[in-house]
């Protein structure tokens, strides 16, 4: 690993600063959450999907 | 309910002789990141007839969205739908816009849409309907007859609920000839690197090629017409002129879907592009990126693209094992990927690739040959590692074969499958901490992303400037952070591949990697920096000479502090 270097921090003008997000593309949303979380989300949608079908049908009865 | 389309065998009226009311505006919301062509396009073409049209970007707040709805009264909004895992972030949106009472005519377009279009309707009940594959003249017809109070159900290329029913009408022709189109709609300000403008343009719509992860063949396959059209090369170098003297545009990125090189007639439309290009003295002024498959790269033409301009090529190389490759049908091999990366490299043109570290077929020993692979081609440092998990899309054969198999999983904003060897998903997780979780490979602070951009500034600075002394020994810098970032990354994941294999204790300690991350990016961004002040009076001149837009002149921290 290169060794950091100390000092005081270059000042860069406006025009060069280093713009990363011209290359960046856009990642689906589950790669940008703990998968855990996003696992734990879709059983709480799946859920809620159950729920409101069970009360529709009870309307309908 | 899917129906037969059948192809329609008499023509409606021209466009130029359809009656329509262009007093009212037609709105386009789609994501504008790095320009739009595909809105792009369809804004030219209604404007081309007499709309206004205002284009809009869905990463605006949508409470902005609807305001601007409001203000305009649109007769129409077209959504495009360029991802599908943003599928829900429309619905809420569309939802939202009809819960605020704006009830012009809905519709949605790209790729899911049109492929899934019955799922499209049944995930977003707002729309009204659906624009299938390319969109242009569809759309048109669709605001003329809106325009004017005409029933629009009898338009080609569209789908839309009558009653409890999804009716599909014909599927309209994809357009013969993309050079009747007008340019597209630009109507931003173009991105800039180091001062110089950027602007996405293509000189071809389509793919010939059938690679199972991919839902662009099935998506121009499906529709009638012929899959590949290449535009006449002097009217591409004509639209980069125009681009480059009235905006000042000097980096172009070609988004076509295979930029067409492949076999006698690509090859030969390639060379006709270079002689254009050469001809017309942009290459002194200009410089451009495209996309290719590796057994496209030929020497002797990329030698040639090279001087006219070319900078920076994309493969997507997918897999380093042959099994990977197989499925996910790239009808190429490794030897062929190393080829190419071998033929760039010896050129001197710098390339950056996409890469499946796992797909539907993945052992634990394909894991490690994909490992390899990188380490082969990434051995010198010349680029970061990067990889991603296959994602089985809507209207791809891969997915398909998992629905066959009963391996699918997920829904269609999270679409997933299960491993032949169970211990790959826990696999997965594990490196998804490390490479997502952790900012190495995934999202706007991740290394990859932050090398890639150094590595094309050195592309730009060395093309589109004049020679900077020091410039050999910062790319060796460079490589030399981006080696060792990638030696690091490429041991962590192997590990890993032994931990959920083999039952090996890991080593890893999430904070001594998070320390080793910071690390590589305080290198690369006090690297960076330095030589890009050591230069800044020559590169600000350079910018001066051509008369490039130059930011107010403010002392600014860069990326580490942003």
């Known amino acids: ?61 | 309910m899917r129906q037969p389309i059948p192809l329609r065998v008499f023509q409606s009226p021209s466009a130029a002789e359809r009656e329509r009311d262009t007093s009212r505006p037609v709105m386009l919301v789609g994501f504008q990141h790095q320009g739009n062509l595909g809105l792009g396009y369809l804004a030219a073409v209604l404007r081309e007839h007499g709309y206004s049209v205002r284009v809009v970007d869905i990463e605006q707040p949508p409470a902005e969205i609807l305001r601007i709805a409001q203000e305009i009264n649109p007769i129409l909004i077209g959504f495009s739908l360029i991802f599908q895992f943003f599928i829900d972030r429309y619905a809420a949106l569309l939802y939202v816009m009809r819960v605020h009472g704006i009830d012009c005519h809905f519709t949605m377009g790209g790729h899911f849409p049109s492929l899934s279009f019955q799922q499209t309707l049944e995930l977003v009940p707002e729309l009204d309907s659906v624009v299938r594959f390319e969109g242009e003249m569809t759309l048109l017809e669709m605001s003329d007859a809106i325009s004017v109070g005409k029933d629009w159900r009898d338009i080609d290329g569209i789908v839309y609920w009558r009653g409890e029913e999804v009716v599909a009408t014909p599927a309209r022709a994809l357009v013969e000839d993309l050079d009747k189109l007008p340019y597209p709609e630009r109507n931003y300000e173009p991105e800039a690197v180091l001062g110089r403008s950027i602007m996405p343009i293509i000189a071809s719509r389509g793919c010939a090629r059938t690679c199972s992860f991919c839902s662009i063949h099935t998506f121009y396959r499906a529709a009638p017409g012929k899959i590949v059209r290449t535009r006449k090369p002097a009217e591409v170098v004509k639209e980069m002129k125009m681009l480059h003297e009235e905006r000042g545009i000097t980096i172009f990125l070609f988004q076509d879907d295979d930029f067409p090189l492949f076999g006698t007639v690509w090859r030969r439309w390639a060379n006709e592009f270079v002689d254009e290009l050469l001809r017309s003295g942009l290459p002194e002024k200009v410089i451009w990126k495209m996309n290719c498959r590796a057994d496209a790269v030929d020497r002797d033409l990329f030698i040639r693209m090279k001087e006219a301009g070319l900078y920076f090529v994309y493969m997507g190389l997918e897999s380093g094992s042959e099994k990977g490759l197989e499925t996910l049908h790239k009808q190429i091999t490794v030897e062929q990927n190393l080829r190419a990366v071998e033929i760039l490299k010896s050129i001197d043109l710098m390339w950056e690739y996409g890469f499946m570290l796992l797909d539907p077929s993945s052992t634990f020993e394909s894991v490690r040959e994909n490992l390899n692979f990188l380490r082969t081609i990434l051995a010198d440092g010349c680029l970061p590692v990067t990889f991603c998990r296959m994602l089985p899309y809507d209207g791809t054969p891969i997915k398909d074969e998992l629905v066959r198999t009963g391996r699918l999983r997920g829904d269609v904003c999270s679409p997933d499958y299960d491993f032949l060897d169970p211990r790959l998903a826990e696999f997965y997780d594990g490196i998804t901490d490390v490479v997502s979780l952790q900012g190495w490979i995934h999202g706007l602070e991740a290394v990859t992303l932050q090398l890639s951009t150094a590595w094309h500034e050195v592309a730009i600075m060395q093309r589109l400037f004049p020679a900077l002394p020091g410039m050999s020994e910062y790319a060796d810098t460079l490589r030399g952070i981006t080696r060792n970032s990638n030696d690091l990354l490429l041991r962590v994941v192997e590990d890993l591949s032994y931990v959920y294999s083999d039952g090996r204790e890991n080593r890893w300690d999430p904070a001594k990697l998070e320390e080793s991350r910071q690390q590589v990016l305080d290198d690369l961004i006090t690297e960076r920096d330095d030589f890009i002040v050591r230069h800044q009076e020559t590169l600000l001149t350079a910018l001066r000479l051509d008369g490039a837009p130059i930011l107010v002149e403010e002392s600014a921290r860069i990326a580490a502090t942003a």
């Open chain 1, 1 to 61: 690993m290169a060794t950091k270097k100390k000092g005081a921090k270059a000042q860069v003008a406006a025009t060069f600063i280093f713009r990363k997000e011209w290359v960046f593309d856009e990642v689906p949303p589950w790669l940008r959450i703990d998968r855990a979380a996003w696992t734990r989300i879709q059983q709480l949608k799946t859920q809620f999907i159950k729920e409101v079908n069970a009360e529709l049908a009870k309307g309908q009865r």
